[in-house]
């Protein structure tokens, strides 16, 4: 499976810690960063995966930090979102019959990575935590086994976005296509999963989703979430695995 990384963005949430510094690059302990951490466990459970990271803020840095993986640079990260990242890498997953698209800050534990983020889909999948139902960041209403919607705007919601969409062979091509078209009306400035939100109210594509509850995840936003992060990479054993 293709795993594409998405860590273009300044982190303008962590300031000041992020003005000079990577979120992707914090340190978990004395070794890994969060970036290191996420590719070194996928590969520990997906002895087939293939990585794309597209960078744009500090690029030189993260490029010096991760080796194996394929490197895409978004030159406009600082006047788009991500959206934009997402299609400079098109032409490297178009082939593919299975992508995980994934936030470039996000720490997960072990479990979670091998009983969910390693495995293959039969179709177009997104991450929620049914266990959020206020102030969560960007969140998932849904109905039956189908989402409805994603946004930043939801008052009621089933759950927060786990920052991660699966798609499968058949979806890929529809997704690339309505980016695609995205891109070219100037939207540049959306969220790569805005395009399976657009999918949803033209075409009335079929979305599902997995509830990832039961397991331990954060997405790097605020100070808060550095900590929790750490104490998740401290919990999972991860020394163990690489030692």
């Known amino acids: 499976m ?27 302990d004395d070794k890994v ?3 290191q951490r996420m590719v070194n466990m996928i590969q520990r459970y997906d002895k087939d995966a293939k990585f794309i990271v597209v ?7 993260i ?16 006047v788009t979102n991500s959206i934009a990242s997402l299609w400079f890498a098109r032409d490297l997953f178009a082939d593919d019959d299975n992508i995980t698209i994934l936030n470039g800050d996000i720490v997960m534990d072990d479990t979670l990575i091998e009983e969910v983020l390693t495995k293959k889909t039969d ?19 849904v109905n039956g086994e189908n989402v409805v919607v994603m946004s930043k705007g939801l008052d009621e919601y089933c759950g927060e976005y786990a920052g991660v969409l699966k798609l499968d062979k058949a979806s890929i091509p529809l997704y690339l296509s309505e980016m695609e078209t995205m891109i070219h009306e100037g ?5 790569f999963e805005d395009v399976v939100v657009e999918m949803i109210f033209k075409d009335n ?23 929790l992060a750490k104490r998740i990479h401290q919990q999972s054993g991860y020394n163990s695995f690489f030692c």
């Open 205 to 227: 594509f079929k979305l599902f989703y997995e509830d990832v509850s039961v397991y331990e995840w954060t997405e790097i936003d605020c100070v808060d979430d550095l900590v």
């Open 123 to 141: 179709r177009p999948t997104v991450l929620l935590d049914s266990s959020v139902k206020k102030d969560g960041d960007y969140n998932v209403q």
């Open 55 to 61: 960078t744009g803020f500090m690029d030189q840095q």
């Open 33 to 35: 960063t969060v970036i």
């Open 187 to 191: 939207r540049h400035d959306q969220w």
């Open 2 to 28: 293709t795993y594409i990384f998405l860590v273009a963005g300044k982190g303008t949430r962590l300031h000041p810690i992020t003005l000079s510094y990577p979120k992707t690059l914090f340190k978990l």
């Open 63 to 78: 490029r010096t930090e991760l080796s194996g993986v394929t490197f895409v640079y978004n030159p406009f990260y600082s």
